[in-house]
């Protein structure tokens, strides 16, 4: 339920920040001389903007840092918030070995978070390679693998836990964009 949040939270700002981007490069585009636009393509940028901005949004802010700006802005900016750093850790629990070996209690037990996780990455692994021509869906892969080590590595810094599991779960949910992606271009290309 806290994702859910989360989401809610920060879901006008990610819209504002589509707009924002839509805006930009509708301007740069006219600019450009390019009159006849790849509607797809600029839709498929547009969503892999707001995209990115939600993942960050997740992962590279305080957990109750949208909280904090909803209070800031409904006092009128006399509520500053204060927001605490480098307060997390790193967890070397393994969910997906412990299933390798036959236990598969703890997995059962976390399986929203397994779950979300590998659905976080999805659009990332989907996304790369339609948005951007030169990035083919293997490149993605490799792409989503780095991400989730930087992401990972990261997250105490902003008082979250870093975690192995949330690395392998990223790379399968990458892959299994990348893949879609891949089948996405084959059926494009026919």
Request: aromatic residues 18%; glycine residues 8%; charged residues 20%.
């Amino acid at each position: 339920m806290k994702f859910i949040k989360m989401i809610i939270l920060f879901f006008p700002f990610m819209l504002l920040a589509g707009a924002v981007y839509g805006i930009f490069r509708f301007a740069y585009l006219r600019r450009r001389g390019k009159r006849g636009m790849d509607g797809i393509g600029e839709l498929i940028r547009l969503c892999f903007v707001c995209y990115i901005f939600a993942l960050c949004s997740l992962v590279f802010v305080p957990e109750d840092f949208w909280d904090k700006v909803w209070l800031f802005i409904k006092s009128g900016g006399r509520d500053f918030p204060y927001f605490e750093l480098f307060g997390g850790s790193y967890s070397t629990r393994n969910l997906f070995f412990q299933c390798l070996r036959g236990s598969f209690r703890d997995i059962i037990v976390n399986k929203y978070s397994v779950i979300a996780n590998i659905i976080m990455f999805v659009p990332l692994g989907f996304f790369l390679p339609l948005a951007f021509k030169k990035i083919k869906p293997l490149h993605s892969v490799f792409i989503c693998f780095a991400a989730t080590c930087f992401i990972e590595a990261i997250q105490p810094v902003v008082c979250r836990t870093g975690d192995i599991d949330d690395v392998i779960a990223n790379f399968l949910g990458g892959a299994l964009g990348a893949a879609a992606a891949g089948a996405v271009l084959k059926l494009r290309n026919h």
